[in-house]
């Protein structure tokens, strides 16, 4: 008896942690419940690259993983489709443009060095070109696809300029030395990207520095061969140039621009290029009435199962009701407590593994009534109708389980959202139906006012009945 006291009392903490986790933390929802966009991003190649094999996809997609935690996503699910294609979903992103912005830019880093006799120049080509991009917004207003394609094409023929007045460094000081970049404000409304080298980008950039500085000849800071910034070094760092492995890209940045520029830094460069191709927006609202229909789908289903159980069972099957409610509420903070992101096909598999606890209950029931029938005590009934049931039940739940493995290795996102949720499920419902049940049973059958035959098993042989009020 005292055993029995000890399982209700974990049994009544565990409820009331369970209410206080689901009060408190929120289960996440997956895009096609919360809304979001849906990007695919085509891996193109190059002629140093011919063929997209599996090693540079997975280069392609740990990079794009990168920069959509640079984002901020909660529960973004990134994931490689056919030969040369990365599927991205990002709930809750409203803005595809952004993420189209974020995920396809190659960021190429690369600080150089700017070459002698080359201020002049410079200094005209910089002019030309803020000349050239005052232009370009002008002519997009004016809808002149000629006159737009002829500046777009000078702005690029005055950035392949500009590059050449720059040479690279012997080891090239690029992105993959970053440690960090972030956006930060500055002065008024502009913002800058503070970035932080490595032990070896620290000393590459200490050098660079120090043969720059009083020279009156910059460092160029070029993204994907453009150069976004061209800073000049003064005379203070000549002998030992700028040390900590610290500096700044300024370039008049807006606050998203400098914060997407640090996302894309911080993820790294792309190996090979990538073009976005199909961008899909799931709204918010079908989402909602989504999850709307699945509650009263569940609830529904809920209802007629715990009325049946009653009707049927009796007592045995009030007492599998409140096991049930147990099994729902211990499932559904465990689901908020591991962050499973609940899909369509999540719920699903919810409510399939509340049809699988019920199972368990029922063949314990069945043997239960089996052996009472038999002629066996009401005490030696129970215990045997849960000894008997136990093998039963595991095996049951294992093939289950091995089904949710297979699932979950080899389907796609939505697809394991379903085997976790319903392995997940399966777990607590051992619990429920093996703990909650028989704790609860065992504590009915100690009272003496619900020892009556018609509570277990109607139409008992009155042969029996003095046997089970024992």
């Given at each position: 008896?005292?055993?029995?006291?000890?399982?209700?009392?974990?049994?009544?903490?565990?409820?009331?942690?369970?209410?206080?986790?689901?009060?408190?933390?929120?289960v996440p929802r997956g895009l096609d419940l919360r809304g979001g966009?849906?990007?695919?991003?085509?891996?193109?190649?190059?002629?140093?690259?011919?063929?997209?094999?599996?090693?540079?996809?997975?280069?392609?997609?740990?990079?794009?993983?990168?920069?959509?935690?640079?984002?901020?996503?909660?529960?973004?699910?990134?994931?490689?489709?056919?030969?040369?294609?990365?599927?991205?979903?990002?709930?809750?992103?409203?803005?595809?443009?952004?993420?189209?912005?974020?995920?396809?830019?190659?960021?190429?880093?690369?600080?150089?060095?700017?070459?002698?006799?080359?201020?002049?120049?410079?200094?005209?080509?910089?002019?030309?070109?803020?000349?050239?991009?005052?232009?370009?917004?002008?002519?997009?207003?004016?809808?002149?696809?000629?006159?737009?394609?002829?500046?777009?094409?000078?702005?690029?023929?005055?950035?392949?300029?500009?590059?050449?007045?720059?040479?690279?460094?012997?080891?090239?000081?690029?992105?993959?030395?970053?440690?960090?970049?972030?956006?930060?404000?500055?002065?008024?409304?502009?913002?800058?990207?503070?970035?932080?080298?490595?032990?070896?980008?620290?000393?590459?950039?200490?050098?660079?520095?120090?043969?720059?500085?009083?020279?009156?000849?910059?460092?160029?800071?070029?993204?994907?061969?453009?150069?976004?910034?061209?800073?000049?070094?003064?005379?203070?760092?000549?002998?030992?140039?700028?040390?900590?492995?610290?500096?700044?890209?300024?370039?008049?940045?807006?606050?998203?621009?400098?914060?997407?520029?640090?996302?894309?830094?911080?993820?790294?460069?792309?190996?090979?290029?990538?073009?976005?191709?199909?961008?899909?927006?799931?709204?918010?609202?079908?989402?909602?009435?989504?999850?709307?229909?699945?509650?009263?789908?569940?609830?529904?289903?809920?209802?007629?199962?715990?009325?049946?159980?009653?009707?049927?069972?009796?007592?045995?099957?009030?007492?599998?009701?409140?096991?049930?409610?147990?099994?729902?509420?211990?499932?559904?903070?465990?689901?908020?407590?591991?962050?499973?992101?609940?899909?369509?096909?999540?719920?699903?598999?919810?409510?399939?593994?509340?049809?699988?606890?019920?199972?368990?209950?029922?063949?314990?029931?069945?043997?239960?009534?089996?052996?009472?029938?038999?002629?066996?005590?009401?005490?030696?009934?129970?215990?045997?109708?849960?000894?008997?049931?136990?093998?039963?039940?595991?095996?049951?739940?294992?093939?289950?389980?091995?089904?949710?493995?297979?699932?979950?290795?080899?389907?796609?996102?939505?697809?394991?959202?379903?085997?976790?949720?319903?392995?997940?499920?399966?777990?607590?419902?051992?619990?429920?139906?093996?703990?909650?049940?028989?704790?609860?049973?065992?504590?009915?059958?100690?009272?003496?006012?619900?020892?009556?035959?018609?509570?277990?098993?109607?139409?008992?042989?009155?042969?029996?009945?003095?046997?089970?009020?024992?």
């Amino acid at each position: 008896m005292q055993r029995q006291r000890s399982l209700l009392a974990l049994i009544l903490f565990l409820v009331i942690a369970a209410i206080v986790v689901i009060a408190t933390i929120p289960v996440p929802r997956g895009l096609d419940l919360r809304g979001g966009s849906q990007l695919t991003i085509q891996v193109k190649t190059t002629p140093e690259i011919p063929r997209i094999t599996e090693r540079e996809l997975e280069a392609v997609k740990s990079v794009v993983e990168g920069r959509v935690n640079g984002l901020g996503v909660s529960e973004p699910v990134i994931q490689t489709v056919g030969e040369d294609k990365i599927l991205v979903q990002l709930p809750g992103v409203n803005d595809p443009q952004q993420a189209e912005r974020v995920l396809g830019g190659t960021a190429q880093l690369e600080f150089r060095q700017q070459k002698p006799n080359t201020e002049a120049q410079l200094f005209a080509l910089r002019a030309s070109q803020l000349e050239l991009k005052q232009k370009q917004q002008e002519l997009q207003n004016s809808q002149d696809t000629a006159a737009i394609q002829k500046n777009q094409e000078a702005l690029q023929n005055n950035s392949k300029a500009i590059a050449e007045l720059f040479e690279s460094t012997n080891p090239p000081l690029t992105g993959k030395f970053l440690k960090d970049a972030q956006g930060q404000p500055t002065s008024g409304n502009n913002w800058e990207v503070a970035i932080r080298f490595d032990q070896q980008g620290g000393d590459l950039f200490a050098q660079i520095t120090k043969n720059l500085a009083g020279t009156g000849r910059s460092i160029g800071i070029f993204l994907d061969n453009e150069l976004i910034s061209s800073p000049v070094v003064g005379p203070e760092f000549a002998s030992t140039g700028i040390a900590g492995g610290a500096a700044v890209i300024t370039g008049n940045f807006t606050p998203q621009e400098a914060n997407e520029l640090g996302v894309q830094l911080r993820g790294g460069a792309l190996p090979v290029p990538v073009e976005i191709g199909e961008i899909r927006t799931v709204g918010a609202t079908l989402g909602q009435d989504s999850v709307q229909r699945s509650i009263w789908a569940g609830l529904g289903g809920l209802v007629l199962v715990l009325i049946f159980m009653v009707v049927y069972y009796r007592l045995p099957g009030l007492i599998a009701d409140i096991s049930l409610v147990i099994y729902t509420l211990l499932t559904w903070a465990s689901f908020a407590l591991l962050g499973v992101t609940l899909t369509l096909p999540g719920i699903a598999g919810f409510i399939l593994s509340i049809g699988m606890a019920v199972d368990a209950n029922v063949l314990i029931f069945e043997r239960t009534r089996e052996e009472l029938r038999a002629g066996k005590t009401l005490y030696r009934s129970v215990e045997s109708g849960f000894y008997r049931a136990f093998s039963s039940i595991l095996d049951s739940n294992v093939t289950t389980w091995i089904a949710c493995a297979a699932l979950f290795w080899l389907g796609s996102s939505l697809v394991k959202g379903f085997a976790l949720t319903l392995a997940l499920g399966v777990a607590v419902s051992m619990f429920s139906a093996i703990t909650c049940s028989r704790t609860l049973m065992f504590l009915a059958i100690s009272i003496p006012s619900l020892r009556k035959p018609e509570l277990y098993c109607p139409n008992l042989p009155a042969s029996n009945q003095a046997e089970v009020a024992r």
